[in-house]
């Protein structure tokens, strides 16, 4: 069984700062995805960053970037330079290799104050 | 860009009605699926479809059916329609040889 969990239900940042959303995760599969998606107030679920378990480099998207800790199962996603267009839900998420299900966590709100 | 289409922003249905809810993508993805998403709870996956008239349970498949006649569309039916079926439904697609979903605006259905 796969398992996903973020602590954070709510956090907020001043604009221009940096933030860090937790997740963990727990899976028995050796190839996996984990993935950041953003859920704006618009409600369209939005990729942010994606990782595949068996690289080791952390992937990096523009003002998104990922800490991958394999072996602790850690997927956390810091936001750069924060903007008013960041404010959203994010979920941490989780694939498989082997299956087509993707596992959600409970989702982190997050506030950008001006 | 893939667009994934759900025909409904907003869907208001009384207790006891057959409700269907369609989702409509447009770049041939063999992978579709339905998730329900609720506060505190993240998005829980209801079916799965992988091709034309093959589907799969997901963790809460209780209450609901599945229709998915052409490859492009893929239906939720509520048989009946219960209160604790007040949800927003999310629709999602991937093609086969990518993991990552592409996910459309919601239905947020009212049973009332």
Redesign the interface.
């Known amino acids: 069984a796969q398992t996903?969990t973020q602590s954070q239900?709510e956090m907020s940042v001043q604009e221009a700062e940096t933030v860090t959303l937790s997740c963990t995760y727990d899976t028995s599969e050796s190839d996996y995805?984990l993935?950041w998606?953003k859920q704006p107030p618009?409600?369209?679920?939005?990729?942010v960053i994606?990782q595949e378990a068996y690289k080791q480099q952390n992937a990096t998207e523009n003002r998104f970037s990922v800490n991958f800790q394999k072996a602790a199962k850690s997927f956390s996603l810091k936001i750069s330079d924060s903007q008013l267009g960041d404010a959203a839900m994010y979920?941490c998420a989780l694939?498989a290799?082997t299956g087509?299900?993707?596992y959600?966590?409970?989702?982190t709100s997050l506030t950008v104050i001006p | 860009d893939v667009k994934v289409t759900q025909s409904s922003r907003y869907l208001v249905k009384r207790t006891g009605e057959k409700v269907f809810l369609e989702c409509v993508q447009d770049m041939d993805h063999e992978n579709m699926f339905w998730y329900r998403q609720d506060p505190g709870l993240g998005l829980r996956l209801i079916y799965f479809s992988y091709d034309v008239k093959m589907k799969e349970k997901g963790d809460i498949p209780e209450g609901y059916s599945v229709s998915r006649e052409k490859k492009e569309r893929f239906s939720l039916i509520l048989e009946s329609a219960s209160t604790n079926q007040t949800s927003m439904y999310l629709c999602a697609s991937r093609p086969a040889n990518y993991y990552g979903y592409t996910f459309g605006s919601g239905t947020r259905l009212t049973v009332v």
């Open positions: 996903v239900p995805y993935f998606y618009s409600r369209q679920m939005i990729l994606r979920f694939t290799n087509n299900q993707f959600f966590g409970t989702g």
